[in-house]
């Protein structure tokens, strides 16, 4: 089955403890991304990878790392995570057309809690 | 720069009663075209996408949308809303080599 995993789904830390919520495609797709969604603020990138690696900040990027050594996956890594870092994360990815990229597959998202 | 633009924050509709949902884009070209749908607690899914021919698109759950070139925009419709459809829902674009881009969403509110 295609699909976009993520894990943990649910993950609760505290100020300044490294976190990685791993990502992973089985659609060989070339682009993968990763988006935070707050109430009243909708989907924001975060970083985005356009090939093994090729990855580049999107629109909110600070306190996050990302690594894109394998094309299945692409981590999001959070090395002091802060309180203003919960969120909700969603992974996702998608192939590129030759003209254009097509839909993107989401992964099941992940809550994460910073105390 | 491009962008996809979803003027309305939130839609308050009757059960049974039509609906649109609002999508502008800015791109460069015709750009490919989606939406999304994002039912409470889960992921984003895709309901309907437009790369080109007909300009009148079906998806899934009885949804379909509307390409016009000339307003730049890619409406969502459906002829009756069942309270399931409640939901948030996004419109994105892609095009050429410039990374996907999605709207700020649109609530969808249902009453019985």
Not at chain 2, 17 to 46: D, H, K, M
Not at chain 2, 71 to 80: A, G, H, T, V
Request: glycine content about 8%.
């Amino acid at each position: 089955e295609a699909q976009v995993t993520q894990n943990p789904r649910y993950l609760i830390t505290v100020t300044g403890k490294k976190l990685t919520v791993t990502c992973s495609q089985n659609m060989n797709h070339e682009y993968m991304s990763w988006y935070r969604q707050d109430p009243g603020l909708g989907l924001r990138q975060i970083y985005y990878s356009m090939n093994v690696e090729v990855t580049d900040k999107g629109d909110v990027p600070e306190g996050y790392k990302v690594s894109r050594k394998e094309k299945r996956n692409f981590p999001l890594i959070l090395e002091s995570p802060s309180p203003n870092q919960t969120s909700l994360y969603f992974c996702a990815s998608s192939s590129f057309s030759g003209s254009s990229y097509n839909e993107q597959f989401f992964g099941p998202g992940t809550r994460l809690t910073v105390l | 720069a491009q962008s996809v633009t979803q003027p309305d924050i939130h839609i308050t509709v009757s059960e049974g009663a039509s609906l649109e949902l609002r999508c502008n884009y800015s791109y460069g070209a015709t750009p490919y075209l989606f939406w999304y749908v994002q039912s409470p607690g889960q992921g984003l899914q895709l309901l309907l996408k437009y790369f080109s021919g007909d300009t009148l698109v079906q998806g899934i759950k009885g949804f379909e949308a509307e390409f016009k070139r000339s307003q730049s925009s890619f409406n969502l419709r459906k002829p009756s809303v069942h309270w399931s459809d409640a939901a948030e829902y996004f419109c994105a674009a892609s095009g050429g080599s410039y990374i996907p881009t999605f709207g700020r969403g649109t609530s969808l509110i249902v009453h019985p």
